[in-house]
């Protein structure tokens, strides 16, 4: 007598051999649209290229998913570009969509009804439309001024009902678009910072020494004439693990560090009773505030030091930082 599968549970072997078996059916699909980047392609790209407005992108269901990240991913690269959402477009949000816009419109079947529903709206605007459908002959891709052909022979799913391969089709196509277009802009590193302050690259490119720096009462300095006891003391108090030795002018002459009182104490140094100028590191490195704070990184890692002053261009110390400082603004 046959045993009748149980239901929810895991087979390893045969979770396994579904995982690949959809991978394997998505990297076939997108194999398929590498002979579909074209001239029509081209000409696509040339349209949103010379969109004096927005990309509007519109989808429904899973394609909608799709489209929403196609827009994010267009607007972080340098292509002001947002989501609508066709329901919601035939009530009210189709005033969203100006004469000056781009729609980009994603339909597996070309036939999604509420994209039909306002299609002569956008065609009455005149607004240039680019689709991603997965049907080269349906009404969508045919009332469009370019179809991207995005066809798969299978969804990954068993069934063949979700939408897998589909959608990862036509994300391609949405990536591919948002890259050409970046190139075509001269899209920086600099402009993927200024969109994505939050972010560690954000932090690494914007992010100047005088951002972080100590200053004030918080910096620690003590001037040429005091006794390495008060340096100790005010690397202490301040706790950079260094102090930065002034003249009168506050003008940097050197530098106490920790490491500097490990070599003192080798030398067998009275701490209580010897000056700090006789003892300090002369000709620091020291950095200014308007340089970016991974600039003042590459430095400390060059030389091998953990904390740096901060001078003006007299040389007067306004301010401090050390390697913590660089972990805490996620520059590190």
Known sequence: ?????????????QTKQLALAVIETELASIEAIKSRIDDNFVKACEIIL????????????????????????????????????PGEASHGDLGMITANDVVIALSNSGETGEILTILPIIKRLSVPMISITGKPNSTL???ADINLDATV????????????????VALVFGDALAVALLDARGFT???????????????????HVKDIMHTGE?????????????????????????TAIVNKQQQVIGIYTDGDLRRTLDKNIDVH????????TINCKTIQQNILAAE?????????????????NSNVVIGALNMHDLLRAGVV
Do not use: Y
């Open 1 to 13: 007598m046959n045993q009748v599968p149980k239901k929810n549970q895991i087979n390893p072997q």
């Open 50 to 85: 010379g969109c004096k407005g927005r990309v509007v992108v519109i989808g429904m269901g899973k394609s909608g998913h799709i489209g929403n990240k196609i827009a994010a991913t267009l607007a972080s690269t340098g292509t002001p570009a947002f989501f609508v959402h």
């Open 141 to 143: 891709s045919t009332e």
């Open 153 to 168: 022979e299978k969804e990954a799913c068993p069934l063949g009902l979700a939408p897998t391969s589909s959608t990862t």
């Open 189 to 207: 590193e600099e402009d993927f910072a200024l969109s994505h302050p939050g972010g560690s690259l954000g932090r690494r490119l914007l992010l």
């Open 218 to 242: 918080d910096i620690p300095m003590v001037n040429e004439d005091a006794s390495l006891r008060d340096a100790l003391l005010e690397i202490t108090q301040k706790n950079l693990g260094m």
């Open 273 to 280: 009773t010897a000056a700090v100028k006789n003892v300090m």
């Open 296 to 312: 003042a990184l590459t430095v400390m890692q060059e030389n091998k030091i953990n904390a740096m002053l901060v001078v003006d």
